[in-house]
């Protein structure tokens, strides 16, 4: 239970230090078509993926390798030795997001997505109620990507 509760209490100071900036689509939702940045901050991975599915499992990955790493106080952590590891109800969830992803392992999908670059302007295209990530686009037309609202800010 101790293991299990500093993730859940990691994963919740990380979801508080990410509305403490400006007002993210995770805490007022944005509408589609709303011109909004991409917002991180140093130290805080975040991943950018093609599909919905995929972003929420890497995302989720993140946050647990983040949350290892924090307390085995190690550099370098193997996010398929953090989803090997996880228990209970983090256990179930990684499973249950690694198999809607269509990837076979945590590496896979981080390789298959990019790491944010904070302050890009983007356009919001479609916003998911079951993993509370957004499609959005650049401001220009590129490519649409998926990304958590949280990290959406006007």
Known sequence: MPRQSTILAS?????????????????????????????????????????????????????????????TQQGTVDPNAVEAKATGDSADVVKRLREASGVASASEALKACSPLKAGASVVVLEVSKKTNNAKVSGANGEAPFWIPTGFLER
């Open 11 to 71: 994963l919740a100071l990380t979801l508080i230090a990410t509305s403490a900036t400006a007002t993210t689509c995770r805490e007022d939702a944005c509408d589609v078509g709303e011109h909004v940045t991409t917002y991180s901050a140093p130290g805080e991975p975040v991943a950018v993926c093609a599909t919905d599915a995929l972003a929420a499992y890497s995302n989720f990955m993140l946050y647990l390798v983040a949350a290892d790493a924090a307390s």
